[in-house]
């Protein structure tokens, strides 16, 4: 069965750089979450969207920006990166219009900020 | 808001023994309530979920977990642990009105003894 799939895996960029981190999700899935999972920490949630539209926000900075897309991809867009931005970024995504439906994670974008 | 405790940060256990990993949530209404395991640098993958109905739910890999409404426990549980359950496991709980955001407790990594 098709998963979430997000891309890149791993990604090193420099302080104050730009990054975009993709996700596709599941075929069908309407909705998409952003979660940031710092080194030993749990994961936060950053951002949601259901069917393009923002639908609930986190801790997500200013710095950083999402959006979802008419095919319902999502993406992550990072600027003015810090080193206290490296962490695994977590995408999932769920068919809010199911019934007791979840979430089904990515296997993540590892992002390292040098 | 919906908090998530996991008040044992570490645990060891003896390949065979039995294992039990403390969960309590804090919500109004029912949860949506979930298990993840994570092995280093590797994504989040789902053990097993409750949504209604039997509180006793049996996940992947052997596990299991209740659902205890008077306790808001929803406590993970192994008869027999095996050297490849070392990995740290989250707790997590969801809900329809806030759209399916999962929150984290903060984990709990299990080492197993050999």
């Known amino acids: 069965a098709a998963g979430v799939i997000q891309s890149p895996r791993h990604l090193i960029k420099e302080k104050r750089e730009t990054a975009t981190l993709k996700c596709y999700p599941i075929?069908?899935?309407?909705?998409v979450y952003w979660y940031q999972q710092g080194p030993g920490q749990d994961p936060q949630f950053l951002i949601s969207?259901?069917?393009?539209?923002?639908?609930d926000k986190g801790s997500i900075p200013d710095r950083f920006s999402a959006q979802q897309f008419s095919d319902y991809h999502s993406e992550l867009n990072m600027s003015s990166l810090e080193l206290g931005d490296s962490a695994l970024y977590f995408c999932?995504?769920?068919?809010?219009?199911?019934?007791?439906?979840?979430?089904?994670f990515g296997q993540g974008t590892r992002l390292t900020v040098v | 808001a919906q908090s998530v405790t996991q008040p044992d940060i570490h645990i060891t256990v003896s390949e065979g023994a039995s294992l039990e990993l403390r969960c309590n949530y804090s919500?109004?209404?029912?949860?949506?309530l979930f298990w993840y395991v994570q092995s280093p640098g590797q994504g989040l993958q789902l053990l097993l979920k409750?949504?209604?109905?039997?509180?006793l739910v049996q996940g992947i890999k052997g596990f299991e977990a209740e659902f205890k409404r008077s306790q808001s426990s929803f406590n993970l549980r192994k008869p027999s642990v095996h050297w490849s359950d070392a990995a740290e496991y989250f707790c997590?709980?969801?809900?329809?009105?806030?759209?399916?955001?999962?929150?984290f407790g903060a984990g709990t990594i299990l080492r197993v003894k050999s």
């Open positions: 919500y109004g209404a029912t949860p949506y």
């Open positions: 969207f259901y069917e393009k539209m923002q639908s």
């Open positions: 997590a709980v969801g809900t329809m009105e806030y759209g399916n955001k999962l929150v």
């Open positions: 409750y949504f209604s109905g039997d509180t």
């Open positions: 075929p069908r899935h309407d909705t």
């Open positions: 999932a995504s769920s068919n809010r219009q199911g019934k007791n439906t979840e979430a089904f």
